[in-house]
Nanobody, 115 residues
Framework: QVQFAESGGGLVQPGSSLVLSCTTS????????MAWYRQAPGNQREFVAS????????GYTDSVKGRFSISRDDAKNTVYLQMDRLAPDDTATYYC????????WGQGTKVTVSS
């Protein structure tokens, strides 16, 4: 049974940085391309960033390009999301999943950007 444990969210001011972590269990982590998604209140869940096997290829939705960076540590079964220059529009609950979002979702970690 796959489990995702997201952490690192919080309440921050605009322009701040956060690092989100997602530790996985129940899957052969190194065999999966991974991704971060987010869901703002009243909105559907959306793709944020992805990282391929071995971390060779990375992709981002346009709104976070140049501000967010995804990485992975296969030895720790963990995927990270470095978020810089956070803006109020980044307020959402953040989730990790495989690249296609087909595995069971975790609880997510809430990020609130507000002055």
């Amino acid at each position: 049974q796959v489990q995702f444990a997201e952490s690192g969210g919080g309440l921050v001011q605009p322009g701040s940085s956060l690092v989100l972590s997602c530790t996985t269990s129940g899957i052969a982590f190194g065999d999966y391309s991974m991704a971060w998604y987010r869901q703002a209140p009243g909105n559907q869940r959306e793709f944020v960033a992805s990282i391929s096997l071995g971390g060779i290829n990375k992709g981002y939705t346009d709104s976070v390009k140049g501000r967010f960076s995804i990485s992975r540590d296969d030895a720790k079964n963990t995927v990270y999301l470095q978020m810089d220059r956070l803006a109020p529009d980044d307020t959402a609950t953040y989730y990790c999943n495989d690249r296609f979002g087909v595995l069971e979702w975790g609880q997510g970690t809430k990020v609130t950007v507000s002055s």
